[in-house]
């Protein structure tokens, strides 16, 4: 899957859920020993995975995670307490094993993956001019989209880039509106100065880049690990695979294909609600509820990764459990 033109995007929402399978796991739940519904939103879960999988009993042999990280041009608006350099370091620690989405990977059983993007050029600084040229963009795209397992049963998606709790902000904005300050949080441990300097930034690019389409919006506020994750979100419906996205971070990267339709965001999951403060508003507009709300706000994938554990559970109940007949139970 390549993409030629930020245009055709909005294209891509030629996969579509199988309505016959998800009625069938419906049938499925319905049988098994327990009162209907009892199960709440692991049974939803179910009938979310049966419907893109195609099947009445999904099953997830192959649990794809892959962190995108890339770096920003809009530190230079002092948005960040720590150096660019730390997105690098991170992504030797994601390599050597020695990071929270390694060991939230192993536990829940995904195999995970690192693609960092272009570290060592940064995005230019959104308040001077476009972040990323359409090449850019597209060239990231691409590579978030070949970064995709076609064979694997769900992609976890995370991210790492100093400064891209500003990008998420910049995004959010720009896309459903709102007042910055609503958006915008502390990220990494920015202080009450640091704020302000968020604020200003987001401020001045939604000035420079007013009434774009949204996947020009991607390219004028973003960053290289946003397109990525667009690109991956894409590529993952394609092959009917179902997704996790993030947290705050994640979620606003994936927000320019709602807004270009919002029938491209209808086969993932949010995997927890972030403690930044725009996540939940973000979730609203985009009309998603997460799966775990574990005060986390860390990145890296690390809520979706543990949002995983919950959905095998969900699996594992939904075919494993005995139907009544199968018990010997009476049902009614």
């Not at 971070?249 to 029938?263: E, K, M, S, V």
């Amino acid at each position: 899957m390549e993409f030629q033109s930020l245009e055709d995007i909005a294209a891509r929402a030629d996969t579509h859920p199988d309505e016959a399978a998800r009625a069938a796991a419906l049938a499925r739940q319905n049988s098994l020993t327990k009162p209907p519904g009892s199960l709440g939103r692991l049974e939803e879960l179910a009938l979310f995975m049966a419907a893109w999988r195609g099947t009445a009993r999904p099953r997830i042999n192959r649990a794809q995670a892959v962190v995108f990280a890339g770096n920003h041009g809009i530190c230079a608006q002092g948005v960040n307490p720590y150096p660019q350099a730390v997105t690098a370091q991170m992504v030797a620690n994601f390599e050597a094993g020695g990071a929270s989405i390694n060991q939230l990977c192993r536990v829940n059983g995904a195999d995970l993956s690192v693609v960092a993007l272009d570290l060592d050029h940064p995005t230019a600084d959104f308040t001077q001019g476009p972040a990323m040229t359409g090449a850019e963009t597209l060239a990231a795209l691409n590579r978030g989209a070949a970064a995709v397992d076609p064979g694997a049963d769900v992609l976890v998606l995370g991210e790492m880039g100093i400064g891209n709790s500003t990008i998420a902000a910049a995004l959010a904005a720009a896309l459903f509106g709102g007042a910055v300050a609503d958006w915008v949080g502390p990220g990494t441990g920015s202080d009450p100065a640091g704020l302000r300097r968020k604020i200003a930034a987001i401020e001045a690019g939604l000035a420079r880049h007013r009434g774009l389409a949204p996947m020009q919006v991607l390219a004028a506020l973003g960053g290289r690990e946003q397109a990525a994750i667009c690109g991956a979100v894409l590529a993952a419906r394609r092959h009917r695979i179902p997704v996790i996205l993030d947290g705050f971070i994640c979620t606003a990267a994936a927000a320019p294909l709602h807004a270009a339709d919002p029938g491209l965001l209808d086969h993932c999951l949010v995997g927890h609600v972030s403690a930044e403060p725009g996540h939940r508003k973000l979730l609203a507009a985009l009309d998603k509820t997460a799966v775990l709300d574990f005060e986390m706000r860390l990145g890296e994938g690390s809520g979706a990764a543990l949002a995983l554990g919950i959905l095998r559970a969900a699996l594992e109940c939904h075919n494993g459990m005995a139907t009544f007949g199968e018990a010997g139970v009476s049902a009614a």
